[in-house]
């Protein structure tokens, strides 16, 4: 019988060869006479044992996170993973329903602190919120503050655990993302990447605490961090010229984010991301119940004129059912198209792949996004 990738009787047989491999060691045995061979049978054993360990620690680690869901998976021998489309309710929410905005220019934009590079990196300190966390900013291609172009924004929000800095990688914002926009896909954003994590170690599912006497993640994230950015860039400040976007975790507060917050977020696009808060042991604010946390719940009696695109693995244990669930719920005005991929585990290399279809997506749900 073969021993899929996520069967629970693998971490077991690994372990019991480790077991094994170190008595012998311990015990010396087999016992050869001659020494060079000896030798050679106590360090392959040794490499052996240190291979299992290692080899357990990373299965341990997959069962946990999901990055792969089998052996072809994970060697990229499996079955395309191009999935299907599914569209729920209304399919021009988030680009023609008029909101009273929530943003204001600032009469003088402060001067850059890297005058001439595209990337700029910042410590904000959150008026409502108090929170005070990196903010780092990508500019288009030939961003002038001298002049008066401006240009729509993507909120862009990074998994658990991770970093401003890991939405770099995560959608291949030098690479993939970029061809993109040099191709006219869509219109050039300024990505602006805050720290969803106030402090950065802990697992905030990005909410507010009730009473205003704890953690205002929310708060910073949907009030505090557009709010400086309109003061420092030339965005434009119609909600049709702002989305979110996010991986994992970060995929959950985007759909959050512009969920609770349309007079500010037209769109959002959720990769991976899920629907309601998954806390850790170590933090938990919502002891009496998440509210209007359960996107599901929300979509389903108080939906808001948003478009989210949404996308899940049928694979991934958790992303996929709740997906399934929420498409069930939205109702209009509110606009959710979801691309469902056949095969493929919770990692960030599923991104690059959907990147044109998903700007495309983008620049049809929002006008500020049409080149």
Known sequence: MELGLTDQGLPVVLGVLAVVVFVLIAAGWPHLRRRPLRVALRAGQTVLLNALVLLLAGVLLND?????????????????????VVTAGDPHAGGTVRLRGALHRSAVLPPLPSPGQRVQTYSVTGGRSGLTGQVIVLLPKGYDPAQPTTYPVIESLSGYPGTPRSNFHGFALDTTFQDLVDRRTVRAPIIVMPQINTPNSLDTECVNAPGRTGLQTETWLAHDVPLWAAAHFRVALQRTSWATMGFSYGGWCAAMLTMHH?????????????????????????????GRYDLAHLARTDPPPVSLWLMASKDDPTAYPQLVAFLKSVRSPMSVTSVVLRTGGHRVDTIPPVLPEMLAWLRGALPGFTP
């Open 64 to 84: 946990q996170y999901l990055f792969y869901v089998s052996w072809a998976d994970l060697f990229g021998s499996g079955a395309d993973q191009a999935g299907h």
């Open 262 to 290: 349309p007079d500010t977020y037209g769109a959002a696009m959720s990769l991976m991301g899920y629907f309601r808060p998954e806390f850790g042991p170590a933090y938990d604010p919502l002891t009496k119940g998440v």
